[in-house]
């Protein structure tokens, strides 16, 4: 910018002193050389004006009024006639500097102006394509609570309806089993309406996890107590699927005020999800760890990584939705009932996927309690 500023002047001062050398240094007998000079003095008036406005053009015709005039009153004997033109070239010179520059200034703040009005209309774009993804947001949280709402009612209904006497046909299906030795073929059939009836009570306690509004229960919980149970748990079903399972505990204890039970859910079902996806001679990384603000710990982060198959992204955007499921024998509750947990506690959960990579599940908590204990 600084060079810009030199330089500009610079240029409208040379193109001023050559002009007046050529004047001065060619002969008075050619005076069509001289029109041709006085004529060249516009250049710099002109571009003076454009560059500097008003002020810089009305300066550039007074600075080539003062170098033509000597030449005017010396050179040319100041003769009336031939005089008179050439003053009233000088009053042309002042005459364009000053309007051409005039109207370069208000052009460049009519241009001033524009971008400011454009900028504005780009903020307010850029405002309103936020809101409109917000709207977004807020559109598919309604569908959502449309959908639960509807699963609050279907699952008073089922469990008024099918619960009970689901019980009692058990109970007696149990009770005509003891009439029939292993091997009868009535015995492999009532055995059958048992197993079918425990899926069917399971369907309907999947019902009621999604329907029920969460409990707030909330106690002191060890993060890497509840995730050392979820191994244990887990740890048969691992070694089944010839799964390695990896635990990264986080580098100090982290506590925050939550219901461990529903935690513990939440978690349990996450991992299942991962051994299930995850063929034999891959592995699951269950690691915690925090995010700390200058004061103390703001909130912690677990992860669940899997060597699986991943997810496309097509099934990646509905893994969340009641009802929605790839596993033939799956209700697609697991993971809706995982997330209506993990809100309920304030928090986010978060998947990522890569097809033929493997699958991260993310759960982000606040460290409600992070003053009790939830620091190092």
Not at 24 to 37: A, F, G, N, Q, R
Not at 202 to 220: I, K, N, S, W
């Amino acid at each position: 910018m600084k060079k810009t500023s030199i330089t500009r002047p610079c240029i409208l001062f040379s193109f001023i002193v050559a002009i007046g050398l050529l004047h001065y240094l060619t002969p008075l007998h050619l005076p069509y050389l001289h029109d041709i000079y006085q004529r060249l003095y516009y250049l710099p008036i002109i571009l003076a004006a454009v560059w500097f406005g008003f002020r810089g053009g009305l300066l550039c015709s007074i600075a080539v009024s003062i170098s033509y005039a000597p030449h005017i009153l010396f050179q040319w004997g100041g003769h009336l006639t031939v005089g008179m033109e050439k003053y009233l070239e000088i009053l042309l010179y002042n005459t364009v500097g000053g309007v051409t520059g005039l109207l370069s200034q208000r052009e460049r703040e009519r241009t001033v102006e524009l971008q400011k009005t454009a900028t504005g209309l780009e903020e307010s774009y850029k405002k309103l394509q936020h809101q409109s993804e917000r709207i977004i947001v807020i559109e598919e949280q309604l569908r959502r609570a449309e959908k639960l709402s509807t699963l609050g009612e279907m699952a008073a209904v089922l469990a008024h309806e099918i619960r009970n006497p689901l019980g009692s046909i058990r109970g007696t299906a149990e009770i005509l089993l003891d009439d029939y030795p292993p091997g009868d073929m009535k015995h492999e059939f009532i055995a059958i309406q048992i197993k079918e009836t425990e899926r069917l009570n399971r369907v309907v306690e999947d019902f009621l996890r999604m329907a029920r509004p969460q409990p707030a229960e909330l106690t002191t919980c060890s993060i890497q107590e509840e995730l050392e149970t979820i191994a244990t748990l887990i740890a048969n079903n691992a070694r089944e699927r010839q799964i390695e399972l990896i635990m990264q505990p986080p580098t100090f204890p982290l506590r925050l005020k939550a219901d461990g039970e529903k935690l513990r859910q939440a978690f349990l079902n996450i991992a299942i999800n991962a051994l299930q996806a995850t063929p034999p001679g891959g592995s699951l990384i269950i690691s915690a760890t925090c995010h700390q603000s200058k004061i103390s710990v703001s909130d912690c982060e677990i992860c669940f990584r899997d060597t699986g198959s991943g997810i496309d992204g097509e099934t990646l955007k509905r893994v969340f939705e009641p009802f929605y499921t790839t596993k033939p024998d799956g209700t697609g509750l697991g993971l809706a009932i995982t997330r209506k947990i993990i809100e309920s506690h304030g928090g986010k959960l978060t998947v990522k996927s890569d097809v033929g990579r493997g699958t991260s599940v993310t759960v982000r908590l606040p460290m409600q309690d992070a003053a009790n204990g939830g620091t190092p």
